[in-house]
């Protein structure tokens, strides 16, 4: 047939000439359409209709229901003349809520001889009228709680202060709150605040059943989920003895006990309020640290009878050492050296027999550089590694620049008591960072009797300890110039409880801290 006929023919046919000068198809209009809806682009959707009309109503879907991306899906579309319909799958991702697919369809026409989109309201959802606005009605579980190992309530405000601390509280959320948790939270409603309730805060809230509506009628209703209690080791008994023994204390005074056999944190307390010196605060450890480097020297050969002498000063890399009230005791056990934490006879041995690197990695063994991952925030022990004899002696008595909290000096203690240095834990459904590090071979038995005879014959004689104590007292120095002020601490373990007391400031530690320790063990 030439193309004379079909020009005939199409002229007989009216608007089928029209239809084959019409430029593109409808596939490739609403195409364009759909591909700038998904991106956000109203400016490009607009281009693409019969006449122009506001398209406000997308970007309220949007903005009303936190639509974080939108998928549009056409199916097949059916033409007939110069009329067409795409119909399309919409799958819009809401924040906090999930996934919502609904089906509609865009009506085609041909305006100028080139295909554009026919905008109705219902091209946005086949039941959107003109001026009807999208809307979330959320319904909260109700929130799930907190608990101490024995799976008792701990977030009802009347636990006491110390617990009060680690579990945080409920505050009106704000804006800031909203933008960073998603819109299904609105602005004065209950989220947790600091502690375990701002960390924990989408586990215990769980989610909110969720209605969409559209001009107040509802589309669809997502269910919601039961929010997940938070189970802590905290130990109630462990925790009351602590409070007692803290509590009369005039100076700030922190302490944490923890159950060697599995790094579980039995008990935080501090005396005073604000900051959580327990978890975060950052101490010289003084000779509590002594209990580290002699797990260096033991590993190294050393034995607790081995004779070792203890005089007023060494000089080690220029630093003239000295021991607390400028005690001497010239030759003894090391066993005794230990038990009056004899600084002179430390800090040469440290140099002789262990060097930077070794105190680097035995510290390292017991918790110093590790992560902590306990759910609240807690401050990593610090143990920079010696840059010169100097500051090798005094590290290895707890002075320099090593930094700890008493719950990492109760994790040292609970390592020694049980052989194995594990990341202390207060949530055990979080996953640790740091793993379990076993003390080098032939080191504890001999440390056990070190720490025995502190507390039977050493700087914690006087303390009122009970039988089967073993313990390692520190009195650190901070500040600057002549007459330094002294943090007191204790720590130490009996039985399957390790704790570590500091009183800020409180002067020596077998004097103030610990008694405290004594009146912890005697209210277990």
């Known amino acids: 047939m030439s193309s004379a006929t079909v020009l005939a023919v199409g002229a007989a046919a009216g608007g089928a000439y029209y239809l084959l ?21 109203w400016t490009a959707m607009g281009a693409e209709l019969a006449k122009p009309q506001q398209l406000t109503a997308y970007d309220q879907q949007r903005s009303a229901l936190a639509v974080e991306s939108t998928d549009i899906k056409l199916g097949k579309i059916t033409e007939t003349g110069d009329r067409a319909s795409a119909p399309y799958t919409a799958t819009l991702t809401l924040k906090n809520i999930g996934k919502w697919s609904y089906q509609g369809q865009i009506d085609l026409m041909v305006a100028d001889r080139t295909w554009k989109v026919d905008w109705k309201p219902a091209a946005l959802h086949p039941s959107m009228t003109s001026g009807a606005e999208f809307k979330l009605k959320t319904r909260w579980p109700e929130r799930a709680e907190i608990t101490d190992a024995r799976g008792d309530r701990i977030d009802t405000g009347t636990v006491g202060g110390s617990v009060q601390q680690l579990v945080g509280y409920l505050a009106k959320a704000e804006k800031k709150d909203v933008a960073k948790l998603g819109s299904a939270y609105k602005v004065g409603q209950a989220v947790g605040r600091g ?46 003895a602590a409070v007692g023994a803290v509590k009369d204390m005039k100076k700030p005074t922190s302490m944490v006990a923890i159950k060697p056999s599995t790094g579980e944190i039995l008990a935080v307390v501090n005396n005073q309020g604000g900051f959580n010196r327990a978890l975060d605060g950052r101490y010289p450890p003084g000779s509590t640290f002594k209990a580290v480097t002699a797990i260096g020297l033991l590993a190294a050969g050393m034995s607790p009878s081995d ?39 430390f800090a040469p041995l440290a140099e002789q027999k262990l060097g930077a690197d070794k105190l680097l990695k035995t510290a390292e063994d017991v918790g110093f550089n590790q992560p902590l991952n306990i759910g609240v925030p807690a401050t990593k022990a610090s143990f920079p590694r010696a840059q010169s004899d100097a500051e090798l002696a005094a590290e290895s008595f707890g002075q320099a620049r090593i930094t700890a909290s008493p719950l990492t000096m109760a994790s040292v203690a609970a390592a020694i008591a049980d052989g194995t240095w594990r990341p202390p834990t207060l949530v ?28 039977s014959k050493g700087t914690a004689k006087a303390a009122g ?47 103030v801290a610990a008694p405290v320790a004594a009146s912890f063990l005697k209210g277990l």
């Open 21 to 41: 000068h019409t430029r593109g198809t409808p596939a490739e209009t609403a195409q364009r359409f759909t591909a700038a809806w998904q991106a956000g682009n």
């Open 195 to 240: 502690g375990l309730q701002e960390t924990f805060q989408k586990r215990l809230a769980g989610t909110p059943a969720t209605e969409i509506q559209l001009g107040g009628k509802t589309l669809e209703t997502i269910e919601g989920s039961d929010g997940e209690p938070v189970q802590t080791t905290l130990d109630p008994r462990a925790q009351a």
């Open 307 to 345: 004779t070792v002498t203890c005089p007023m000063y060494a000089t080690i890399g220029g630093l003239k050492v000295r021991n607390s009230d400028k005690e001497a005791f010239g030759s003894l056990s090391f066993l005794d050296s230990f038990a009056h934490s004899c600084n002179t006879t």
């Open 428 to 455: 055990p459904s979080l996953k640790q960072k740091a793993t379990e590090r076993p003390l080098p071979d032939g080191v504890k038995e001999p440390l056990h009797s070190m720490m025995a005879a502190v507390v």
């Open 465 to 511: 300890l009970p039988a089967g104590t073993h313990g390692k007292t520190g009195t650190a120095e901070f500040g600057t110039g002549d007459d330094l002020d002294t943090h007191a601490w204790f720590m130490g373990f009996k039985d399957d409880v390790a704790f570590a007391v500091v009183v800020e400031g409180g002067g020596a530690g077998g004097k």
